[in-house]
């Protein structure tokens, strides 16, 4: 089985900085993709960030130039740190990985709050 865990999440005032992390584990052979995802209240799932296998990236206009989205493959681990916090930021935040065992499969996590305080 595998698992994905996020940490990180908290209140914060508009304008700080928070770091998510997200541990994979579990039996598998490569984690492909790693995306970190949003809700916020009465609205849809929304990709925030996206980082492949080799390091590529990619963001929501919405947050460039705020967050940066890393992953660390030796420990199956992905980070988001966010800067310059927002009120709209507001949300649940969902960590999502493609990961490679028999098939490639797509997981999630079980989401961590992240709320910012004007």
């Known amino acids: 089985q595998v698992q994905l865990v996020e940490s990180g999440g908290g209140l914060v005032q508009a304008g700080g900085s928070l770091r998510l992390s997200c541990q994979a584990s579990?039996?598998?052979?490569?984690?492909?993709?790693m995306r970190w995802y949003r809700q916020a209240p009465g609205r849809q799932r929304d990709l925030v960030a996206t980082?492949?296998?080799?390091?590529?990236?990619a963001y929501a206009d919405s947050v460039k130039g705020r967050f940066t989205i890393s992953r660390d493959n030796d420990k199956n681990m992905v980070f988001l740190q966010m800067n310059s916090l927002k009120p709209d930021d507001t949300a649940v935040y969902y960590c999502?990985?493609?990961?490679?065992?028999?098939?490639?499969?797509?997981?999630w996590g079980q989401g961590t709050q992240v709320t910012v305080s004007s």
């Open positions: 999502n990985a493609v990961i490679l065992r028999d098939q490639r499969i797509q997981y």
């Open positions: 579990g039996t598998f052979t490569r984690i492909n993709a």
């Open positions: 980082i492949s296998s080799s390091g590529d990236t």
